[in-house]
């Protein structure tokens, strides 16, 4: 029980000291403290500045996570006396910046080393054209992933275009891997010390911040929720492995919207720990100490609190620095940037050490090597309004063959092998506003999501369906056969036949010679879908970045070309418009 | 005309708009791939019956799945007589759309199984194949026999040239 309340504006250090001060106190000397305080005798009172400093804190976000940064950021800059604004990078442009004195910058890379979408725009027109930036003290907190080639790309070129602009580097950058809070924490810290008129005092207090209006479990204390169900959703001869699970978030304050995605916090499969250890010569019953502090057997560790599968970069580089392998600093220089490429391929940390330390590791050195186990989002495939207190997820198990033998997701086969029914999963739910339905139930919508990209868009049309509303709806969904890939087939069928869903074209890629995608089907429905478009439909897609939603695109345009009978440029510039006016909505992995 | 009442499926003919039904909407909507129980009557015409896979059908509810519908179509050889470039011809149509395998009726007719709606047009009409005279049976086969007695010339005679000329010449029967 603590006495202070816990928006008090100390310190954890300066908190346990006045607590153990004033609980250590009777009345009476409190009463002369007080008053001694309120004389205002020997204390700096921070905050009492009467200009509050301005600052900018400007997001780059696809997934929601630097939006989030950027309010918790703005929230404890309000604490320490700035008069904070937040702004996205969609809504503004490099020359907005000329005017500003402090910015901060929370900035999030994708795919291959790309701005988030949201975010396109600014960061083209900053790195072409010119702006003058010489009265900016900025500085920037990068967000990626390590498992990728281009980590913090985006962040890395922004950092050093503002310089370039001539703005002030107030703190260095910060390169945030996926579990970013610490680093965070220590770069916003140094952000406000930097920024402030005058030595502040006032720390940065802690919150327990979670995505969402959930008050206990969130992101730092991820919700055990009950598998109610869990059902195959191919048919007997697909050649896919699709599942449906149902998980309850009964009791978790969680809650959700359709668009939004829910974080699982997986655990690595047996087999995947005994792969490793084996491969590092250890048993799993060394004592290893993880950052943060805890102490746990290596099997433990592995097994819950460390990424032992993906392969990237970075962790052949800490490899390298304890074996020092020719071949290794050969892949890690720039002249192995292909062959790299390559060797990454197919292959988990499991396989490299088995290449470049083949007499074993000591466990701290396996452990100094693996990430933290990050959480895997996936898009929430139902209403909170058809399924109260449930979430429901449309998940494919990922197995192929790599390099070194057969292998696995660890989330989507964590949940397809591990957690049978009863079971507890630790989840906890991830906002994402970039992918909403219309505000009026009127709204014409089309919804292309192909394989698990249909999930979403199964929360959409049950949402719209509770809400009785009338705007019409329109479904592309494609898979391999008809027969036996046709997710959810029943419920679409019952949505068509009470009118929650207007209409439904398919794609099989695998029923005939010729293989048919949802961009074929959107075409031969070209007239149509302009329509739509220009009735003031919104266009979603949901599912496979690397090609179904380039694809997509490319038909879009074309629709639009033909159908408006403009250029090519017009109907890009037509696509842009329906981004700008969050008329085209993308969640793609 | 007769007065005694007519079986059910005259209805179906008499509404159907010659043979016609609401396939077309039918063979369009592919949220099912099964036809209505009027149009699966009509289809019978076309040589085409409406089936599902039986040994799977348990599943298919919890797995979120209709039955596993599909079609047989039954392809007329006249006379009994197929050249081997219309064999590997439906060889090659069971490989593309149906399930791979051909079988041979006792009515000397080419079957294949397991052709699903959004196929059957193309599979019916024999678009991008290539064999001769044969399609589907609208009307029963023309049956003969490889070798027959010819009564009247005391010996062996093949009646299958016959039987090819008589399928050609009267319209009624192609």
Redesign the interface.
Known sequence: MSLLPEQSPFRPDQKKSLESLLSSMDDGQRMWLGGFLSAGVGVQVSGASTVKVPLTVLYGTESGNSEALADRTVKAAKKRGFKPVMKNMSECVPADMEKVENLLVVVSTWGDGDPPESAEEFHQVLMSEKADLSGVNYSVCALGDTSYEQFCETGKQIDARLAELGGKRVVDRVDCDVDYDELYEGWVEKAFAALEPQGGGVGFVDQVVSNGPSVEYGKKNPFPSELLDK???????SAKETW?YELSLEGSGMNYEPGDALAVVAKNAPDMVEGILGAAKLVGSEEVELKGGHQKLLADALREDLEVTSLSRSVLKKLNEVVGNDRLTRLLSDEGKEELKDYLWGRWVVDAIGDFAPDGLEAGQLVGLLRKLPPRLYSIASSPLAHPDEVHLTVASVRYDGVGGARKGVASTYLADLVNKGDEVSVFTHLNKGFRLPESGDTPILMVGPGTGVAPFRAFVEHRAELGVSGDSWLFFGDQR???D????????DH?KSGALSR???A?SR???EKVYVQHKMLERSREVYDWLERGGYFYVCGDASRMAHDVHEALIQIVEKEGAVSREEAEGYVANLKKEKRYQRDVY | MSEEKLAANEGIKTRSNYLRGTLAEGLAD????SLSEDDQQLLKFHGTYQQD?RD?RA????????K???FMIRIRVPGGVTTPHQWLEVDRMAD??ANGTIKLTTRQAYQLHGV?K??LK?TINGDGYDCGVWRCESERDVLSQPISFGVACGGFKSVTGDFRSLDAADPCLS
């Open positions: 059902v195959l959703l191919n048919g007997e001869r449906h008809y027969s036996y046709f997710l959810y087939q029943l419920e679409w069928q068509l439904l074209d398919v099989f029923d005939q010679p | 592919l949220s099912t791939g896979d799977i599943g298919r509810r919890a797995n979120k799945l209709e596993a519908f599909s593309e759309f699903i959004s196929n193309r």
